[in-house]
């Protein structure tokens, strides 16, 4: 598995890279918010694989190591990804209702509010290893995410999480090889705890890499006008000012949570 981080880590920057072809203001479609979710879901159910195979390989178990005393939700995981399948769907229920010129119904709003809400609230639930929890947060703000799309940023959300992911594996990778190669006995290896490397300013350097990129995903960050109001048309339909600006600052805010 360790021999296969170089080329995942090389294929998801390629990936991220695309979007600085894409327009700054983002054109609607709504088949690239669908096949953001597609991405999503796929990059969730891969995730859940190589944590259910990665128990016994020793240069994965500090990703998946959990507490065995916390209580567990087997089914959360599928209900996380049911969710981001439903947001999907009344994304494509609401913007064919737009398209037709029908008023959005109130029962609709209120499932997308629904959705919204629920799903970030169920990473507090997750298991309390690294791979978990990420996976959990990772599906936990991709419905509000998804709802709050008009076009490829859905798509920009699956690649950034596959950036991130790949940090973190090569970071992980890199830590036991450089354990392997030190001096120190098998046993000190175990051992979480160790002094600060210059080598070590990768780490800082490479999250303000993230950060920048998350920061201009989304669109032009520096004037929230630049933005397509129909992104919080699944939410609200009355012009509020105020709701909508809260919204669309709190989706410019989503790539930061995965980054943080």
């Not at 128990?55 to 567990?72: F, T």
């Not at 000012?241 to 930061?256: D, S, V």
Request: with cysteine; proline share 5%; net charge positive.
């Amino acid at each position: 598995m360790r021999s296969r981080v170089p080329f995942f880590v090389w294929l998801a920057c390629w990936f991220l890279s695309v979007f600085t072809l894409m327009p700054p203001q983002i054109p609607e479609n709504t088949l690239l918010v669908v096949a953001g979710a597609v991405i999503i879901i796929t990059i969730g159910i891969v995730l859940r694989y190589v944590e259910s195979h990665a128990k016994d390989n020793r240069y994965w178990v500090s990703l998946v190591a959990q507490d065995s005393k916390k209580l567990k939700f087997p089914l959360l995981f599928h209900f996380q990804i049911l969710l981001v399948g439903l947001a999907s769907l009344m994304v494509w229920l609401s913007t064919t209702h737009r398209t037709e010129k029908q008023e959005l119904l109130v029962l609709h709003q209120l499932v997308n509010w629904s959705f919204a809400g629920f799903s970030m609230i169920l990473p507090l639930f997750s298991a309390t290893g690294l791979l978990s929890r990420l996976t959990s947060i990772f599906l936990g703000v991709a419905p509000p995410f998804l709802l709050l799309s008009i076009g490829y940023e859905a798509v920009f959300y699956g690649a950034l999480s596959l950036a991130l992911i790949a940090w973190i594996l090569a970071e992980n990778a890199y830590l036991h090889i450089s354990k392997f190669r030190s001096s120190a006995p098998v046993k000190s290896m175990e051992d979480d705890n160790r002094c600060l490397e210059l080598s070590d300013m990768r780490i800082p350097l490479t999250f303000m890499v993230f950060f920048n990129i998350a920061f201009f995903g989304t669109g032009n960050f520096a004037s929230i006008a630049s933005f397509e109001i129909s992104s919080v048309y699944r939410f609200i339909t009355i012009f509020s000012p105020f709701l909508m600006a809260a919204l669309l600052i709190f989706k410019l805010l989503i790539p930061f949570i995965l980054v943080m």
